[in-house]
Every structure is written in structure tokens, then in C-alpha cells.
């Protein structure tokens, strides 16, 4: 199974992906405002060398606590490719209580489709929505 996964805390952002039982990651720090480059990403763990994203069966992505505005970047991006190769896409869960990286979101993934008997229905792209557990204090507009 080829998984491919992506993590961010907002200052750091890490990409891995597992062909069969391989894993290679990237990991790069970076102000917490600057936009990423998925391509540079990518590129870096092999993407047109050692696999194309047509050849991805899972993709996935942890629903950092750390910042929501990564997270959100993140799932944007996946849902997209997800739903343009057909492929499902999982939330791992990561409540900060231990340091997630890529790699660590590649296993989970792995296990939790798994678990759930490799059900595509329960993975639907369109559904991977990252969610934010605090109460925010952000201004609503027209309140």
C-alpha cells in the first residue's frame, strides 16, 4: 500500500511517503506565515522518480491543534488531490499531547484504514475536514 501524509505545527511542515513498507520523509522549517510549495515538498520524497500521485492509495493528514491555518492549508490541498485521483483521505487525530511527525501519520493512517477493513466510503475526501477543539476568540465579521 502506497500512503502518502502531511503534518504541520505551523513552523514546521513534514511530507512522507510510504511505498509499500519504505518510508521517506521530508521535514522543513519555515516562518509560520509563509505559504508552502507542495511541488518543492513532493519533489523532495520522490514524486515523479520514485512514484507518481496516480500511484498514491491513501492520503493523509494530521488535524494539528498546533495551527489550524496549516491544518486547513494542508487539508485543502489533499481533499483536492484526493478527489482528482479518486483515493480516500484520513484525519489523524493529534491533540499535541505527543510530537507527530509525517512518518508517525503514514502508520496511524495505515492502521485506522485498517481497522475500518479498507471501507473507501468511510474515507470520502469531501468529509476530511480539519476541526478546531478550542473555542476560538476570533472576531466574527457583522457581529
Same mark, same amino acid.
Given at each position: 500500500m502506497n500512503i502518502l501524509a502531511?503534518?504541520?505545527?505551523? @513552523?514546521?511542515? $513534514? ?16 516562518? /509560520?506565515?509563509? /505559504?508552502?510549495?507542495? #511541488?518543492? +515538498?513532493?519533489? #523532495?520524497?520522490?514524486? %515523479?522518480?520514485? +512514484? ?8 493523509? +493528514? $494530521?488535524?494539528?491543534? #498546533? $495551527?489550524?491555518?496549516?491544518? /486547513? ?9 484526493? &478527489? ?11 491533540? #499535541?499531547? &505527543? +510530537?507527530?511527525?509525517? $512518518?508517525?501519520? &503514514? ?8 481497522? %475500518? @477493513? ?7 475526501? %469531501?468529509?476530511?475536514?480539519? *476541526? ?8 466574527? *465579521?457583522?457581529?
Amino acid at each position: 500500500m502506497n500512503i502518502l501524509a502531511f503534518q504541520s505545527s505551523g @513552523d514546521q511542515t $513534514s511530507v512522507s511517503i510510504m511505498l509499500d513498507d519504505e518510508i521517506n520523509s521530508f521535514n522543513y522549517k519555515h516562518n /509560520r506565515k509563509d /505559504r508552502p510549495n507542495w #511541488n518543492m +515538498f513532493l519533489e #523532495n520524497i520522490g514524486l %515523479n522518480n520514485a +512514484f507518481a500521485l496516480e500511484d498514491v492509495d491513501l492520503f493523509a +493528514f $494530521s488535524n494539528c491543534q #498546533n $495551527s489550524y491555518t496549516a491544518t /486547513r492549508s494542508i487539508a485543502s490541498y489533499l481533499k483536492g488531490v484526493a &478527489v482528482a485521483c479518486k483515493k480516500p483521505l484520513i484525519v489523524i487525530e493529534d491533540d #499535541n499531547s &505527543v +510530537f507527530l511527525k509525517s $512518518s508517525d501519520i &503514514v502508520k496511524l493512517a495505515k492502521d485506522k484504514f485498517d481497522k %475500518n @477493513d479498507q471501507d473507501l466510503a468511510k474515507f470520502d475526501p %469531501n468529509f476530511a475536514n480539519p *476541526i478546531y477543539k478550542t473555542d476560538t476568540t476570533y472576531k466574527k *465579521i457583522n457581529e
